[in-house]
């Protein structure tokens, strides 16, 4: 189970999440505002944070942001009371993994904690079996799946737990189109609520690493071809 931060001002909030939480076996740690929610996360032992928007002393958004810049790269997913679409995505493009407006489903905001963790592991043993000793160069990246690191130019690219998530089920089916539906159901856990949550992840990694990495498939899904680049043996 994991080490959840809860960060909310609203202390009715903060007991009914963290009672829902603690019922699974997560162990609960809350923040009422930003500057304690970035203490307890620069500790290094928060596994995943539930971060509301509006906080009272800073925007949530501005410390998703400055915790990215940090290289803090601790599954955060929003909380929020905005239903505005540009909001949602902004706050994916700055760096969070997923989004739940308040008021949620007690069981939507646990499946969406649970895909995020275990999306976001430091392993993952049934892809890293297949691919280990293998990495993908397509300058001028080079993505390797054993250490699960990206590197542009030689230098490292910083992504976020989802960001590689979706990234490595791309590189490990490529030159296949991967439908929207099965990357969603991959990732999250779900194809229902997160085709937008999907596009922002897709958007950041092109940003990020090149516009020519990812293909769309019109009207199917995503694709990273195969013709490009090429699978070697790392120290092999």
């Known amino acids: 189970m994991a080490r959840v931060l809860v ?40 596994e995943i944070a539930l971060l509301d928007v509006n906080l009272p002393d800073v925007n949530g958004l501005s410390l998703v942001f400055q915790l990215r810049e940090e290289g803090n790269n601790t599954p955060l997913i929003l909380l929020t009371v905005r239903t505005d679409v540009h909001d949602q995505a902004l706050g994916l ?68 737990p989802m960001e590689w998530a979706v990234l490595e089920f791309l ?32 958007s950041r990694l092109r940003r990020k690493l090149g516009e020519g990495l990812i293909v769309t498939q019109t009207g199917y899904g995503y694709l990273i071809p195969s013709a490009p680049g090429r699978f070697a043996a790392t120290g092999r």
């Not at 490990?172 to 949550?197: C, H, Y």
């Open 93 to 160: 493009r700055l760096g969070g993994d997923d989004y739940i407006a308040k008021p949620f489903n007690p069981e939507v905001l646990l499946a969406r904690i649970e895909a995020v963790l275990r999306r976001s592991a430091e392993s993952a043993p049934r892809r890293a079996e297949g691919a280990r000793g293998d990495r993908l160069e397509i300058p001028p990246l080079l993505i390797d799946l054993t250490a699960r690191q990206v590197f542009k130019d030689g230098v490292a690219v910083r992504l976020a």
């Open 171 to 202: 590189v490990t089916n490529r030159g296949r189109a991967v439908s929207k539906e099965e990357l969603m159901l991959d990732v999250w856990g779900t194809s229902q609520g997160v085709s937008r949550t999907l596009a922002e992840h897709v």
């Open 7 to 46: 960060v909310d001002d609203d202390p009715r909030l903060v007991k009914v999440v963290g009672k829902l939480l603690r019922k699974r076996g997560h162990q609960v740690e809350s923040a009422p505002n930003g500057e304690l929610a970035r203490q307890a996360l620069r500790r290094g032992d928060i």
